[in-house]
């Protein structure tokens, strides 16, 4: 892997879970890793209550718009991450692909949406220390 990791996070509308991901891996990782999201039909804006809870977080999302999900973006990244919805993503040889199973906090309220957001925050962590890892290697 390359000296500074690229890791994309896929969602259909890209506006919850993988906005939540790159959130916090932009945080967490202090820009060490290259934080892309995207979703094969992105929503209009963000999830108000993704965003109020990452806030709770003191990470603030609001400047993130939902991006549409494109090849040049995959070739572009190490890692591709869905987020529990089946997305299929154009494949390319040396890519590591990742599904993180996850309920998607649409129409749901603040306090599952904080489950969720909890449940990506343990993964991001776990992906930073690989990636990390893989780097100092």
């Known amino acids: 892997m390359k000296a500074k990791p690229s890791v994309l996070?896929?969602?259909v509308h890209?506006?919850?879970r993988s906005q939540m991901a790159a959130g916090f891996l932009t945080h967490l990782s202090n820009g060490a890793i290259t934080v892309r999201s995207a979703g094969s039909a992105p929503a209009d804006s963000l999830n108000p209550n993704a965003v109020a809870v990452m806030l709770e977080h003191g990470i603030d999302i609001t400047a993130a718009q939902p991006n549409v999900l494109t090849t040049e973006a995959v070739e572009?990244?190490?890692v591709v991450i869905t987020m529990g919805c089946g997305d299929a993503c154009p494949v390319f040889p040396g890519k590591s692909y990742r599904?993180?199973?996850?309920?998607?906090?649409a129409g749901q309220g603040?306090?599952?949406v904080r489950v969720i957001r909890d449940q990506i925050?343990?993964?991001v962590e776990q992906l930073i220390d690989e990636l990390l890892v893989?780097?100092?290697s």
């Open 76 to 78: 572009a990244s190490d």
């Open 134 to 136: 893989e780097v100092k």
């Open 99 to 105: 599904d993180w199973a996850l309920d998607d906090p």
């Open 9 to 11: 996070f896929v969602c």
């Open 110 to 112: 603040v306090e599952a």
């Open 14 to 16: 890209n506006a919850g």
């Open 121 to 123: 925050r343990t993964l």
